[in-house]
C-alpha cells in the first residue's frame, strides 16, 4: 500500500483561513460509504440522515493554550516551545511543575539542559521550560522533540498558562485574528489537546438538542489530540508508517450506550476521526466486545481492509493529503470512493481542512 495512493491535488485558495459565520451553516458532502453516491448539503440538514435510536459520539476534549513564545536564558534569543502532551510516569507533579513532550523551535540551539523562560504582560517570567532530554533518539534533534520540565512562581502551571500560551492554530491557516473559542467545540470540557477535533466545530447547542429531540442519543468520549494526527506519510509505504501514540477515555456509560442502541439495531455515528478511533481502540478482540477505558494510550493505525467494529457513520473534514486522516476515510470506504468525493467537493470549491466544510459518511 503506497502512501503517494492517498495524495491529491491540495488548492491553497481553498485552505479555509477562517470558520463559518454560523458553525452549521457551513456545506457538508453526504457520501455513502458503500455506493460512494454523493450528495451537496448543509450541515445543519445532517438531521435528515439521523434516525431515532441512533448514538451520536463526540471528542469532548478541549485545546490547551499550549503555544509558548519565550526567550532562551542566558542569550535571550527568541524561542518557541509547543506543549504536545504531558508526561505522568516520568517525576510526581505538582500545581507548579509538570513534564511535557514538547516540540521546540529553533531545536539546534535548545539542547539538553537549556531553559527558556515566558513572561508576562509586565515582563515578569510566569514560567519556565527547562529542556530535560530529546525523545526517542537520544542525542538526535528528532525534529524538535524534546522532554521539558514546566515550572511556575504562579499558584498554578493552568494559571501560567493562561496567562501566557497562545491557543495553537494549524500551521497552514495563516492571519486569523478572529474568536479563539471558534476553535473549540461547544460542548469541550477539559483542556488536553494540542489541536482541535474539527468535525466537531459545527455543531451548535441548538443542533445538539434538536437532534436530542429526534430521539437520537448524544454521548462523547476523550482523546487528547497531538500533532502527529495531522503530519504526512513520509514513508513510501504506508505500512511502515509509526502512528503517534494519544491517551483516550471511553466512559462505562458510552459502553453501555453503544451496546443497547446495537441492541436495538441503532447506529454508532462518530463525529471526527479521534472519536473514531477512541471507539476502535476501545473495542477488545479477546472479549469481542466493548471495554471502558480510562485515558489508555493508543496508537491504532486504521488503514484500508480494516474492520470497523464499533462506528457506522462518521461526520469528518476534509483532510491533508497522504495523512493518516486520509487514510482512515479510505479504509471506513474506500479509496476510490474518497478520492473521487475529494475531487468533487475541489470542484465544487469547497472550503478545505481544519476551518473547512464537513463531510457525511453513512
Same mark, same amino acid.
Given at each position: 500500500?503506497?502512501?503517494? #495512493?492517498? #495524495?491529491?491535488?491540495?488548492? @491553497?485558495?481553498?485552505?479555509?483561513?477562517?470558520?463559518?459565520?454560523?458553525?452549521?451553516?457551513?456545506?457538508?458532502?453526504?457520501?455513502?460509504?458503500?455506493?460512494?453516491?454523493?450528495?451537496?448539503?448543509?450541515?445543519?440538514?445532517?438531521?435528515?440522515?439521523?434516525?431515532?435510536?441512533?448514538?451520536?459520539?463526540?471528542? @469532548?476534549?478541549?485545546?490547551?493554550?499550549?503555544?509558548?513564545?519565550?526567550?532562551?536564558?542566558?542569550?535571550?534569543?527568541?524561542?518557541?516551545?509547543?506543549?504536545?502532551?504531558?508526561?505522568? /510516569?516520568?517525576?510526581?507533579?505538582?500545581?507548579?511543575?509538570?513534564?511535557?513532550?514538547?516540540?521546540?523551535?529553533?531545536?539546534?540551539?535548545?539542547?539538553?539542559?537549556?531553559?527558556?523562560?515566558?513572561?508576562?504582560?509586565?515582563?515578569?517570567?510566569?514560567?519556565?521550560?527547562?529542556?530535560?532530554?530529546?525523545?526517542?533518539?537520544?542525542?538526535?534533534?528528532?525534529?524538535?522533540?524534546?522532554?521539558?520540565?514546566?515550572?511556575?512562581?504562579?499558584?498554578?502551571?493552568?494559571?501560567?498558562?493562561?496567562?501566557?500560551?497562545?491557543?495553537?492554530?494549524?500551521?497552514?491557516?495563516?492571519?486569523?485574528?478572529? #474568536?479563539?473559542?471558534?476553535?473549540?467545540?461547544?460542548?469541550?470540557?477539559?483542556?488536553?489537546?494540542?489541536?482541535?477535533?474539527?468535525?466537531?466545530?459545527?455543531?451548535?447547542?441548538?443542533?445538539?438538542?434538536?437532534?436530542?429531540?429526534?430521539?437520537?442519543?448524544?454521548?462523547?468520549?476523550?482523546?487528547?489530540?497531538?500533532?502527529?494526527?495531522?503530519?504526512?506519510?513520509?514513508?513510501?509505504?504506508?505500512?511502515?508508517?509509526?502512528?503517534?501514540?494519544?491517551?483516550?477515555?471511553?466512559?462505562?456509560?458510552?459502553?453501555?450506550?453503544?451496546?443497547?442502541?446495537?441492541?436495538?439495531?441503532?447506529?454508532?455515528?462518530?463525529?471526527?476521526?479521534?472519536?473514531?478511533?477512541?471507539?476502535?481502540?476501545?473495542?477488545?478482540?479477546?472479549?469481542?466486545?466493548?471495554?471502558?477505558?480510562?485515558?489508555?494510550?493508543?496508537?491504532?493505525?486504521?488503514?484500508?481492509?480494516?474492520?470497523?467494529?464499533?462506528?457506522?457513520?462518521?461526520?469528518?473534514?476534509?483532510?491533508?493529503?497522504?495523512?493518516?486522516?486520509?487514510?482512515?476515510?479510505?479504509?471506513?470506504?474506500?479509496?476510490?470512493?474518497?478520492?473521487?468525493?475529494?475531487?468533487?467537493?475541489? /470542484? @465544487?470549491?469547497?472550503?478545505?481542512?481544519?476551518?473547512?466544510?464537513?463531510?457525511?459518511?453513512?
Amino acid at each position: 500500500m503506497k502512501t503517494a #495512493d492517498f #495524495d491529491y491535488n491540495l488548492p @491553497e485558495e481553498l485552505i479555509a483561513q477562517e470558520p463559518a459565520p454560523d458553525r452549521d451553516g457551513c456545506r457538508m458532502l453526504v457520501m455513502d460509504r458503500t455506493t460512494g453516491a454523493l450528495e451537496d448539503r448543509i450541515f445543519r440538514d445532517i438531521k435528515d440522515y439521523l434516525r431515532p435510536g441512533d448514538l451520536v459520539v463526540a471528542n @469532548e476534549t478541549r485545546v490547551l493554550p499550549a503555544r509558548l513564545l519565550g526567550a532562551k536564558r542566558g542569550s535571550g534569543g527568541t524561542a518557541e516551545v509547543f506543549l504536545l502532551q504531558e508526561v505522568i /510516569d516520568r517525576e510526581p507533579k505538582t500545581n507548579q511543575s509538570a513534564m511535557w513532550e514538547v516540540l521546540v523551535k529553533p531545536g539546534r540551539r535548545l539542547k539538553t539542559g537549556a531553559v527558556v523562560d515566558f513572561c508576562d504582560a509586565a515582563g515578569q517570567v510566569a514560567l519556565s521550560a527547562e529542556i530535560i532530554d530529546f525523545i526517542n533518539r537520544e542525542g538526535e534533534d528528532n525534529k524538535g522533540q524534546r522532554l521539558a520540565r514546566l515550572t511556575t512562581p504562579l499558584p498554578s502551571l493552568d494559571e501560567a498558562l493562561h496567562t501566557i500560551g497562545k491557543t495553537p492554530l494549524p500551521p497552514y491557516i495563516k492571519n486569523y485574528a478572529g #474568536d479563539m473559542e471558534m476553535y473549540q467545540t461547544v460542548y469541550s470540557k477539559r483542556e488536553g489537546s494540542a489541536a482541535a477535533p474539527t468535525a466537531g466545530l459545527h455543531f451548535t447547542p441548538e443542533l445538539i438538542e434538536e437532534i436530542k429531540a429526534m430521539g437520537v442519543s448524544w454521548m462523547t468520549v476523550e482523546l487528547e489530540v497531538g500533532l502527529g494526527t495531522f503530519r504526512i506519510v513520509d514513508e513510501e509505504n504506508a505500512e511502515d508508517h509509526q502512528i503517534h501514540t494519544e491517551f483516550y477515555t471511553v466512559s462505562e456509560a458510552v459502553v453501555e450506550a453503544i451496546e443497547k442502541t446495537k441492541a436495538a439495531g441503532g447506529r454508532v455515528i462518530a463525529v471526527g476521526t479521534t472519536s473514531v478511533r477512541s471507539l476502535e481502540s476501545a473495542w477488545s478482540k479477546e472479549e469481542g466486545r466493548l471495554l471502558p477505558r480510562d485515558r489508555e494510550a493508543t496508537s491504532l493505525y486504521i488503514l484500508p481492509g480494516y474492520h470497523f467494529n464499533v462506528v457506522d457513520c462518521m461526520v469528518t473534514n476534509f483532510h491533508v493529503p497522504k495523512s493518516t486522516l486520509m487514510m482512515l476515510v479510505s479504509a471506513f470506504s474506500s479509496r476510490e470512493n474518497i478520492m473521487v468525493a475529494y475531487q468533487h467537493a475541489i /470542484d @465544487e470549491r469547497y472550503r478545505l481542512l481544519s476551518f473547512g466544510d464537513a463531510m457525511f459518511m453513512h
